[in-house]
């Protein structure tokens, strides 16, 4: 029988973005590794549609867990669940008021099931302090995506110089082409940069994506 979840904390934060990009970084299931690289170390897709996903995800200790977003119907919300084992071990619940042009309030509550073996006087700071260090981590992503909606295109033409091992000087993309978010990584010893928001490679040399998800950015610079 399943366990009846109980509530067991809240976290009120006020956010510089709109809801929208609230809800877009919400069904962004690709950023957890790295955007929130110190709380994640895979995540692995299931499934997602446009009202959420599922994903095998790894926490950065090496516990294993499959988490569910699914989002209110008005889209102004979501519920983000974990589960092991199939049993579902905590909850957040967030509702989202726009609270301005690029602000919005989230309110969370936080949910362990009422068998869970963790203490419940814990679990409300333990989640609340995680939520907000994700939202934390999510703000600055949120407001970068906003200033590269309304720059356009044009950000995508920006380079700046960059080093290979070799010493060689190349120029790169100030912005990534996935995004449009701050290309801020240097290249590696093979001469590849790893994009700090969703982890994509590229060659820094040749522009391509090595990691595949999309072509180059010389193709997508437009
Ligand atoms: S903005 Fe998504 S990988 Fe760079
Ligand atoms: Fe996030």
């Known amino acids: ?4 979840m109980i509530e067991v904390g809240t976290l ?7 809801l929208k990009r609230a809800i877009e970084d ?18 692995s897709l299931i499934n997602a549609d446009r009202m959420g996903w599922e994903a095998d995800v790894m926490l950065t200790d090496g516990t294993p867990m499959q988490m569910h977003v699914k989002l209110d119907e008005d889209r102004k919300g979501y519920t983000n669940s974990t589960f092991t084992d199939g049993a579902e071990n905590g909850r957040a619940v967030c509702r989202i008021e726009e609270t301005g042009a690029d602000s919005c309030h989230m309110s969370f509550r936080f949910f362990i099931p009422e068998d869970s ?11 609340a302090e995680m939520f907000g260090r994700l939202v934390d981590e999510d703000e600055p992503k949120m407001m970068h995506r ?6 356009g295109g044009k950000i995508h033409k920006e ?14 993309p100030r912005y990534c082409p996935h995004q449009g978010l701050p290309l801020d990584c240097e290249p590696d010893s093979n001469g590849t940069m790893t994009c700090p928001w969703h982890g994509y490679r ?4 040749t522009g391509k994506c090595v990691s595949g998800q999309i072509k180059s950015w010389r193709n997508s610079a437009g």
């Open 26 to 43: 919400e069904l962004d299931w690709e950023h957890l590794p790295y955007t929130h690289a110190s709380t994640f170390s895979n995540v």
């Open 202 to 205: 590229f060659d820094a040399q």
């Open 117 to 127: 073996p963790f203490p419940r006087d814990m679990a409300g700071p333990f989640y």
């Open 12 to 18: 009120e934060r006020d956010v510089g973005a709109s």
């Open 146 to 151: 906003t200033a590269a909606l309304r720059a």
């Open 159 to 172: 380079r700046r110089e960059a080093l290979l091992p070799n010493g060689d000087a190349v120029q790169v």
């Open 1 to 4: 029988m399943k366990a009846e």
